[in-house]
């Protein structure tokens, strides 16, 4: 049996790839704090209903180089969660600044919450190697 067709481990896969994407994106948007005109962004919220269907179908198509003189798509591109949302929790658009301390919580729950997935799948293989070291 492989881990990967379980449909847990792949929900909690493609939960942290959101997390890490969106740790990226708000280390981005402390590090270009000072720049003016810089409006800060965050990632789209992962669909949990999208990413359940994904995990559930065994036919995902991905993106290929088919000649040497295409650009190779990033890890991100075949991931429909992966797009930037330029608009705060309120819905308007972001202002030209970025609330450092906002940014600062937004890392802090999105490291507990990639802390917390990883624990959860670090279990879940646990739980398989009890369950088949029994057998």
């Known amino acids: 049996m492989n881990f990967a067709d379980v449909p847990l481990m792949s929900l909690l ?10 740790q990226t994106v708000l280390s981005q948007n402390l590090s270009n704090a000072d720049v003016p005109g810089y409006s ?5 919220p ?22 040497p003189m295409h650009i190779a798509p990033p890890d991100t591109a075949s991931d429909p969660y992966v797009q930037v949302d330029t608009t705060d929790s309120d ?18 729950d999105t490291q507990a919450q990639y802390q917390a997935a990883a624990n959860l799948y670090a279990k879940s293989i646990q739980m398989m190697r009890t369950a088949i070291d029994r057998q």
């Not at 992962?46 to 993106?63: H, I, R, W, Y």
């Open 13 to 22: 896969r493609e939960k942290m790839s959101w997390l890490n994407a969106r």
């Open 40 to 44: 800060a962004q965050d990632l789209k």
């Open 91 to 108: 819905g308007a658009t972001s202002s030209s600044t970025v609330s450092d301390e906002q940014e600062m919580m937004k890392v802090s």
């Open 46 to 67: 992962l669909d949990f209903e999208a990413v359940l269907k994904g995990a559930t179908q065994s036919d995902k198509v991905n993106m290929a180089v088919t000649d």
